[in-house]
């Protein structure tokens, strides 16, 4: 079955990076958007950034500047290079996708079970 799993968050200082991973994998017919959503504590849910199949993205007024999505189509992998870290940044960051599974008619949006990023001296 399809699954998105994230990697490579942690523990960084205030101003430092991390990148962060998430891969798709399962019978996927095709990915459509993807993105990278995170979750504070005390906090709703918020967007950070989306890209879609044809690369546009778009970003949190928060973000912008800083952080920067990609992806490897070849890879099925949506990407989050995070620098100048700030602790404001601390949430589990949450991959989600838009894809079509094989034998699907219609797309349906999938979701990651999240990793933790804390930004602190």
């Known amino acids: 079955q399809v699954q998105l799993v994230e990697s490579g968050g942690g523990l960084v200082q205030p101003g430092g990076s991390l990148r962060l991973s998430c891969a798709a994998s399962?019978?996927?017919?095709?990915?459509?958007?993807m993105g990278w959503h995170r979750q504070a504590p005390g906090k709703q849910r918020e967007l950070v950034a989306t890209?879609?199949?044809?690369?546009?993205?778009n970003y949190a007024d928060s973000v912008k500047g800083r952080f920067t999505i990609s992806r490897d189509n070849a890879e099925n992998t949506v990407y989050l290079q995070m620098n100048s870290l700030r602790p404001e940044d601390t949430a589990v960051y949450y991959c989600?996708?838009?894809?079509?599974?094989?034998?699907?008619?219609?797309?349906?949006?999938?979701w990651g079970k999240g990793t933790q990023v804390t930004v602190s001296s």
């Open positions: 989600n996708a838009d894809l079509r599974p094989t034998g699907s008619r219609r797309p349906e949006k999938y």
């Open positions: 890209i879609t199949s044809g690369s546009s993205t």
């Open positions: 399962g019978s996927i017919l095709s990915i459509y958007g």
